[in-house]
């Protein structure tokens, strides 16, 4: 079993995917990436990674931004608490350490928004410290490689496995390849569904594998049902093509960004709506499912003076858009 690092490596060499931040010189970008890649897609990232260090080019740029730039610059990629942290972070980097990222994982632990997983990230490939990375796909891997039946989402378990790991990438010549190794065999070949055995590194000593156990693991603990909301939202523009947007209100992970307004934010209540809503947004959050049914009208009258937390809106918006703002507005302007 000791050789699996080997064949991992080796595999690695050949099947890695080519990424904007793998192989990047600057720390900065790569600790952009590892916070836009928790929980969200290699594909999803790639034009936001871009986009994002173009406007905000190192770590003081980022310290210093905006909100409705900061805002904006992530708007879609949701999970919003990680660009707030981000720019957080940056801020004590400034004040604390010359605008450098530490070099070590314990240091970069200490850091709004970097937990274990993000600060073995930064540090193995970027400052080649050993310390193993434990994400989703890394606790698959092994789960299905060692049988083991842990819940991965539980800190304490993600620490055992990082510790099973350690000894390894202490010697691997490159630990931040180690790392993406591990990673990259769970996004490509040890998926949730349908794993690729017959291409795997591991194949040899995967004890989930020689049982044909492999859909068994990892064992997922079940969720709780989640609750439901719903809300009436309006579409509305006005003679000259503009939409009207709200200032959002309520969780605090949206507070900067725009949505459509409800009936309460709009300040003319008897204007003409249809009956029947002309579109329902169905969103699953962390915590809970939400259901919009957008009604949608056109003012033909002179737009009233608008109170703070209501605007009108060129499309494309310069506006922070929240996520479902964002999928909703294609639905209508396509048909407009």
Not at 125 to 141: K, M, S, T
Not at 207 to 223: C, F, L, N, S, V
Not at 226 to 249: K, S, Y
Request: net charge positive; charged share 20%; aromatic share 10%.
């Amino acid at each position: 079993m000791a050789d699996w690092p080997q064949h991992l490596l080796a595999w690695y060499q050949t099947a890695r995917r080519e990424m904007p931040w793998r192989g990047h010189p600057d720390a900065y970008a790569v600790w952009v990436s590892e916070i836009m890649l928790q929980q969200t897609q290699v594909n999803t990232v790639r034009p936001y990674f871009e986009r994002f260090l173009q406007t905000f080019p190192n770590i003081r740029t980022l310290a210093a931004a905006p909100d409705d730039l900061l805002l904006k610059a992530w708007e879609g990629l949701g999970y919003y608490t990680r660009v707030r942290n981000l720019r957080k972070a940056a801020q004590v980097l400034v004040q604390t350490n010359g605008a450098q990222l530490p070099t070590t994982a314990q240091a970069l632990k200490a850091l709004p928004g970097i937990g274990p997983y993000t600060a073995a990230a930064i540090a193995s490939i970027c400052f080649n410290e050993p310390e193993p990375v434990v994400d989703g796909n890394v606790a698959r891997v092994f789960a299905r490689h060692n049988l083991l039946t842990d819940d991965f989402t539980k800190e304490p378990n993600r620490r055992t496995l990082a510790d099973w790991l350690r000894p390894f990438i202490c010697k691997a010549p490159i630990p931040g390849d180690f790392n993406q190794a591990m990673m990259e065999l769970g996004a490509l070949v040890c998926t949730p569904k349908n794993p690729q055995c017959e291409g795997c590194p591991l194949r040899a000593t995967c004890q989930a594998e020689k049982a044909g156990t492999q859909k068994d693991y990892p064992i997922i603990p079940a969720r709780k049902a989640l609750p439901e909301r719903e809300r009436d939202v309006l579409f509305i523009q006005n003679n000259e093509g503009q939409i009207l947007l709200a200032r959002h209100t309520g969780e605090r992970l949206l507070d900067g960004f725009w949505e459509l307004p409800t009936r309460e934010d709009f300040p003319l209540p008897h204007i003409p709506l249809k009956k029947k809503p002309c579109y329902t947004h169905h969103q699953t959050f962390t915590h809970f499912r939400q259901t919009l049914r957008i009604y949608t009208t056109r003012l033909t009258q002179n737009a009233p003076t608008l109170p703070e937390n209501l605007l009108w809106s060129p499309i494309p918006s310069p506006h922070p858009l929240t996520t479902a703002t964002k999928k909703i507005l294609p639905h209508f302007l396509k048909n407009d």
